[in-house]
T-cell receptor, first 114, second 116 residues
Framework: AQTVTQSQPEMSVQEAETVTLSCTYDTSENNYYLFWYKQPPSRQMILVIRQEAYKQQNATENRFSVNFQKAAKSFSLKISDSQLGDTAMYFCAFTDTGRRALTFGSGTRLQVQP | EAGVAQSPRYKIIEKRQSVAFWCNPISGHATLYWYQQILGQGPKLLIQFQNNGVVDDSQLPKDRFSAERLKGVDSTLKIQPAKLEDSAVYLC??????????????FGPGTRLTVL
């Protein structure tokens, strides 16, 4: 069974600074997909960024980028130029090519301070 | 484009009562998921539908939970009878293309259930 671990329950960052959220996972699959989802307070969960395991290049989406280390089974999210609107719960998630449903980590609560 | 709709947004019931949640996915989305999110945890899959067929219900407590997706569109999730440990947010999500693992899932606002 696949597992996803987020070891940072809470993090805080000053506005305009950079923060990195950690995620590790365990799987015996060779091809799979990793995601970071954002869940703002009392709002819907939305996709931030996704990474395909067979692609060595790290995904980027504007201020969001990942550091994907397949051998280490590590998938961290870097948020540059943090904004107040980045305050949210961030979930790392995994899916293999067969199952399609997401396996989530326990989340990291990020607070951006003005 | 309208998002995933869920109702009710909040529900408070006594233990041993029954409750039902409704989800309307994004139009045209073939796959629908129900997740349970207990406070302080990540969402956990309860059941996955593709059109009106069940793909995965391995983590659904079938002695008390049931779900259906009639006509491959709307879905209802029922709990009968509810237990205290069922207190959670129930999230519905949908995705467009069946069988595409990289497919983005779009989430509804969730139903927050409190069992007293």
């Amino acid at each position: 069974a696949q597992t996803v671990t987020q070891s940072q329950p809470e993090m805080s960052v000053q506005e305009a600074e950079t923060v990195t959220l950690s995620c590790t996972y365990d799987t015996s699959e060779n091809n799979y997909y990793l995601f970071w989802y954002k869940q703002p307070p009392s709002r819907q969960m939305i996709l931030v960024i996704r990474q395909e395991a067979y692609k060595q290049q790290n995904a980027t989406e504007n201020r969001f980028s990942v550091n994907f280390q397949k051998a280490a089974k590590s998938f961290s999210l870097k948020i540059s130029d943090s904004q107040l609107g980045d305050t949210a719960m961030y979930f790392c998630a995994f899916t293999d090519t067969g199952r399609r449903a997401l396996t989530f980590g326990s989340g990291t609560r990020l607070q951006v301070q003005p | 484009e309208a998002g995933v709709a869920q109702s009710p947004r909040y529900k408070i019931i006594e233990k041993r009562q029954s409750v039902a949640f409704w989800c309307n996915p994004i139009s045209g989305h073939a796959t629908l998921y129900w997740y349970q999110q207990i406070l302080g945890q990540g969402p956990k899959l309860l059941i996955q539908f593709q059109n009106n067929g069940v793909v995965d219900d391995s983590q659904l407590p079938k002695d008390r939970f049931s779900a259906e997706r009639l006509k491959g569109v709307d879905s209802t999730l029922k709990i009968q009878p509810a237990k205290l440990e069922d207190s959670a947010v129930y999230l519905c999500a949908s995705s467009l293309v069946p069988g595409l693992a990289s497919n983005e899932q779009f989430f509804g606002p969730g139903t927050r259930l409190t069992v007293l």
